[in-house]
């Protein structure tokens, strides 16, 4: 089953967006597989932004990320990359549709709430540098049932 990492940043936190963000993908009907409350690295937030290396916004980025807790997730459900990248929005939060995470609460760039995996690929990859195996939970919710 294709799965996504998203990662609720550091604003998202610091505003009180946890819960209202976790609830739009459980009420979509995506399955929660892993979570953590975490700090993030230097290393760990430079790896994971590695394509970004060159940018001039890099450095600032990557104090961003560490500058306070996050949320780490792993979510599962047919379509859920594409479907999560939508459901949050455009990259810079101006642009952002309304209903979609970034439109409804952001306006900056440089602090655009939440992260998800733009592409299957980068899923596996991020879910690998982020999560161990053990951390990932594989269920299948009951209520699935009227979802299928
Ligand atoms: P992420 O989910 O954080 O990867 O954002 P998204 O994929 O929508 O956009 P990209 B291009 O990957 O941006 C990564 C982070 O860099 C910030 N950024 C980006 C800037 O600050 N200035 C810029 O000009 C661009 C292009 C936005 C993203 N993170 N934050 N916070
Ligand atoms: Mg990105």
New binding site residues.
Partial sequence: MERTFLAI?PDGVQRGLVGEIIRRFETKGFTLVGLKFMKVSRELAEQH?AV?RE?P?FP??VE?IISSPVVAMVWEGEGVVASARKM?GA?NPLNAEPGTIRGDFGVN????L???S?AQETAQTEIALWFKDEELVAWQPHSKLWLN
């Fill in positions: 940043k932004y970004h940018r916004f600032g980025l961003f949050i990259t760039v440089g602090r655009n939440i992260h998800g733009d």
